[in-house]
């Protein structure tokens, strides 16, 4: 291994200590509340250290994001992938595999949806949007191309299969901040994996032809 090699390796592995310690202390802090300060000290590294990686707080809450984003389209490829499955039968395993994603990481899930609709995003450097932006899109993509499937073989209802994805997002990240935020409030009762699936069953169902009845 050559000294160029091992230099990035080592970079590669102090990044990744940073956003694990990113990460513990967005979980018990949240983020207003966390400092760079807290996040050097839970890495064992020097404030100055975490500036040489990352220009603030909220590029490394993004790369929380970045990679549940990055997870979560290897799982929509997958779905795409699959050739012995019709496009209501994709449909329910793209459902499982939200909620997969979901329950692979809860809190950066929770996190993602919250930089998507705040503040934050101003505060990131141009290469971390276009990261972020380039993730979304393939995201989206991904499972507008499970739709137009769906449209082109005559089992879903002629409409744009972006608009169409872009509303089964908004549902997915809805419910899931919905629900996280009644859980505060009352940690006994947690309803998100019945509730997403009466999202997703009459989204379904909504965008499904519906087959005319025959004459007797």
Do not use: C
């Not at 975490?50 to 603030?56: H, I, S």
């Not at 549940?68 to 795409?80: K, M, P, S, T």
């Not at 039968?89 to 939200?98: D, I, N």
Request: hydrophobic content about 40%.
């Amino acid at each position: 291994m050559g000294i160029q090699e091992r230099k990035e390796r080592e970079r590669e592995r102090r990044r990744q200590q940073i956003i694990v310690a990113a990460k513990r202390v967005f979980s018990d802090k949240g983020f207003n509340k966390a400092t760079m300060e807290d996040i050097a000290s839970e890495a064992e590294l020097s404030p100055g250290t975490l500036y040489l990686y990352f220009k603030n707080k909220e590029e490394l809450y993004a790369s929380l994001s970045l990679r549940i984003l990055q997870y979560f389209n290897i799982r929509v490829q997958h779905v795409n992938d699959e050739k012995t499955l019709d496009p209501e039968g994709k449909m329910r395993v793209l459902r499982e595999a939200m909620f997969d994603v979901y329950n692979f990481d809860p809190l950066t899930i929770i996190n993602l949806f919250h930089l998507q609709s705040s503040e934050t995003l101003k505060n990131l450097s141009p290469e971390f949007l276009d990261e972020i932006n380039e993730l979304s899109r393939k995201s989206i993509g991904g499972i507008a191309k499970i739709i137009e499937d769906g449209i082109k073989s005559g089992v879903f209802i002629d409409r744009h299969p972006i608009a169409l994805a872009d509303i089964f997002w908004s549902l997915f990240s809805g419910v899931i901040l919905w629900e996280a935020s009644k859980n505060i409030l009352n940690q006994e009762k947690d309803y998100l994996k019945n509730t997403l699936d009466i999202a997703f069953d009459i989204f379904t169902k909504g965008i499904t032809k519906s087959i005319p009845a025959t004459k007797a």
